[in-house]
């Protein structure tokens, strides 16, 4: 199993990231021809977005972390179908039991119930 979750440690790590890499990236040197190399210009920064998806719109990211575990999983077993779902189960396991944003995610999405539903789009993390 060690070997798979090292081929793939890069899907995995986006299964399970709270934000998305926010850059302007230099297209020059990324889609030149030789070794791949990736160029940042300016700041790099980390999107974040709101606590819940946009109306329609399938959760992403940190809003992930707000619904029930099992929902989770499946979430991130279907955009992800190559992955082995052993692996990702524990990984989600060991997330929810010891980082601390998972608490803090949850918590927002309390006080998130707590607004009236034609407010709630418009609250950004």
Same mark, same amino acid.
């Given at each position: 199993? $060690?070997?798979?979750?090292?081929?793939?440690?890069?899907?995995?790590? $986006?299964?399970?990231?709270?934000? =998305?890499?926010?850059?302007?990236?230099?297209?020059?040197?990324?889609?030149?021809?030789?070794?791949? $190399? @990736?160029?940042? *210009?300016?700041?790099?920064?980390?999107?974040?977005?709101?606590?819940? !998806?946009?109306?329609?719109?399938?959760?992403?990211?940190?809003?992930?972390?707000?619904?029930? !575990?099992?929902? *989770?999983?499946?979430?991130?077993?279907?955009?992800?179908?190559?992955?082995? =779902?052993?692996?990702?189960?524990?990984?989600?396991?060991?997330?929810?039991?010891?980082?601390?944003?998972?608490?803090?995610?949850?918590?927002? @999405?309390?006080?998130? =119930?707590?607004?009236?539903?034609?407010?709630?789009?418009?609250?950004?993390?």
């Amino acid at each position: 199993m $060690s070997k798979e979750f090292k081929a793939n440690i890069q899907q995995y790590n $986006s299964a399970f990231a709270f934000t =998305s890499v926010g850059v302007d990236e230099d297209e020059a040197v990324t889609y030149g021809q030789g070794q791949y $190399s @990736f160029r940042i *210009q300016g700041d790099l920064h980390h999107n974040a977005g709101g606590i819940l !998806p946009p109306p329609g719109q399938p959760a992403i990211f940190a809003q992930l972390y707000i619904h029930d !575990p099992v929902a *989770q999983l499946r979430l991130r077993e279907q955009r992800n179908p190559n992955l082995n =779902s052993i692996i990702m189960t524990e990984l989600q396991a060991m997330l929810n039991n010891t980082h601390p944003y998972v608490a803090l995610y949850k918590q927002a @999405f309390q006080i998130m =119930s707590e607004i009236p539903l034609n407010q709630q789009h418009n609250v950004a993390i």
